[in-house]
T-cell receptor, first 116, second 118 residues
């Protein structure tokens, strides 16, 4: 069975500082990788996903994540955070190949708090 | 276009009572998923509907949970009788059904229903 580990439950940073939210996964088969974000009082929103091809994927709001197959990691980074990035971030996987029908397996979540 | 909606946003009930949660997916989305997050734990899959059929209910905790999706539109999740450990946030998500793209279609989540069982 697959599993996802987010190594930090809380990450406090100052505005305009860089940030990295770490995610490692365990799976015996190929997976697709996702980062979701949940802003206060809202539902989860897809931030970015890795399906295939280039191992570096980017979101529209400046986040990027790099798939590292050898280290089974999919860390999320942003070079300069804003107050509005304060949210909880979830790393998730789906088993590739069609057998999971889109069932997401999530990590425990990382609360990013950006201080002025 | 309206997003995924869930009702109620909060529910506080006593142990042994019954609660029904509702999810309205995005119009035209045939895939509907239920997930749950117990406090301090990760979000976990409960079940998956394709239209009105249950595709996968492997995550349902026990037979106190009953999910339905009559007519392939909205879905309900009933907990009867509720126990303390059922407390948590219940999320619903929907996605379009694209043949061959089950795993890659974006799932759109609702805001969740926070259930507290006292």
């Amino acid at each position: 069975a697959q599993s996802v580990t987010q190594l930090d439950s809380q990450v406090p940073v100052f505005e305009e500082a860089p940030v990295e939210l770490r995610c490692n996964y365990s799976s015996s088969v190929s997976v697709y990788l996702f980062w979701y974000v949940q802003y206060p009082n809202q539902g989860l929103q897809l931030l970015l996903k890795y399906l295939s091809g280039s191992t570096l994927v980017e979101s529209i709001n400046g986040f990027e994540a790099e798939f590292n197959k050898s280290q089974t990691s999919f860390h999320l980074r942003k070079p300069s955070v804003h107050i509005s990035d304060t949210a909880e971030y979830f790393c998730a996987v789906i088993i590739a190949g069609g057998t999971s029908y889109g069932k997401l397996t999530f990590g425990q979540g990382t609360i990013l708090t950006v201080h002025p | 276009e309206a997003g995924v909606t869930q009702f109620p946003s909060h529910s506080v009930i006593e142990k042994g009572q019954t609660v029904t949660l509702r999810c309205d997916p995005i119009s035209g989305h045939d895939n509907l998923y239920w997930y749950r997050r117990v406090m301090g734990k990760e979000i976990k899959f409960l079940l998956h509907f394709v239209k009105e059929s249950k595709q996968d209910e492997s995550g349902m905790p026990n037979n106190r949970f009953l999910a339905e999706r009559t007519g392939g539109t909205y879905s309900t999740l009933k907990v009867q009788p509720a126990e303390l450990e059922d407390s948590g946030v219940y999320f619903c998500a929907s996605s379009q059904i694209s043949p061959g793209f089950w795993d890659t279609d974006t799932q759109y989540f609702g805001p969740g229903t926070r259930l507290t069982v006292l």
